[in-house]
């Protein structure tokens, strides 16, 4: 149980479009989803907290007009970069929480999706 | 802000060897701390989870350890293999919140 999966796995775009990335929790239902991003033989780094029905909280630093994020399902979270560009180059990662009931939601993470920007 | 360091970076050992991660965080205000493994190009697989109050968690081979007043949790790896070989990142939650905050990673290469 407690699958999460993304789409595409890789994705090679011309600079300037844009690109949509999905996360999908396969078994459990997820009010909660974040997103990561990863630069080579670096840490993830928390982009935004994706909640279902309201408004993605980004972090600070991230452009919230770039990095579109849209959670209209509870078991779908999408991430549009929008214009991108050669920077954006990275591996972006998803997780979702599994509400327990209890007082920690432990999140499950996506396989991830690396994204080129040529 | 909390910030989570892992030493070493990157770790090279012979099949067989009991090897030591270890995994620094500066807030010892966390809820949870825990340990993950990262094959390249790939996501996260959930290795052990420690809660504050637990001193210790075992899974197989694997044995991870926190103390939280000092800031500190190691994972023990006990005779390693080759299929040991990846990246290992811990991750604290604070207490009344649900943001990771990831270590920057040990990567582990297990050599025949």
Redesign the interface.
Known sequence: GAV?S?HPSRVICKSGTSVKIECRSLDFQAT?M?WYRQFP??????MA?SNEGSKATYEQGVEKDKFLINHASLTLSTLTVTSAHPEDSS?Y?C?A?LTSGG??????????T?LTVL | KQEVTQIPAALSVPEGENLVLNCSFTDSAIYNLQWFRQDPGKGLTSLLLIQSSQREQTSGRLNASLDKSSGRSTLYIAASQPGDSATYLCAVAPGGGNKLTFGTGTQLKVEL
């Open positions: 999460v993304q909660t974040f033989k670096q840490s993830l780094m928390l907290t591996f990662i997780s929480e007082s920690y939601n432990e999140q499950f993470f996506g396989p991830g690396r």
